[in-house]
């Protein structure tokens, strides 16, 4: 695999050059004054030090399989409040359930 460098403003001219590099195989170096600071590389490929989880989870998110989240947590969902008609017919369900197993 060969490892090409490109500048932060050529690749924003040559992006689509730049990823027929990364099609074929290779990877794209691009540097800022001379310094690497990113590299673009196709998803299959697994990076130096990347788990095997974290590259299971970055190629499902570049197949559009899952969504990657942004590190907060989920707030715990507390449900709807049922009123109404609704609350009605589970009240009535409860009712029916309690007589066909005999509890009063």
Known sequence: MKVVPY???EVQAQIGKALRIVEKGGTVLVT???RPVAMIVAPDVKLAGES???WKLRRMAAEGR????????IRRFK???IGGLSAQVI???QSRQDLLEGRS
Request: proline letters at 9%.
């Open 7 to 9: 500048g932060v403003r």
């Open 32 to 34: 800022s004054r001379g």
């Open 52 to 54: 095997e989880e974290d």
């Open 66 to 73: 899952i969504i990657p989240g942004n590190g907060r947590r």
């Open 79 to 81: 449900g709807f409040p």
């Open 91 to 93: 009240v009535d369900r």
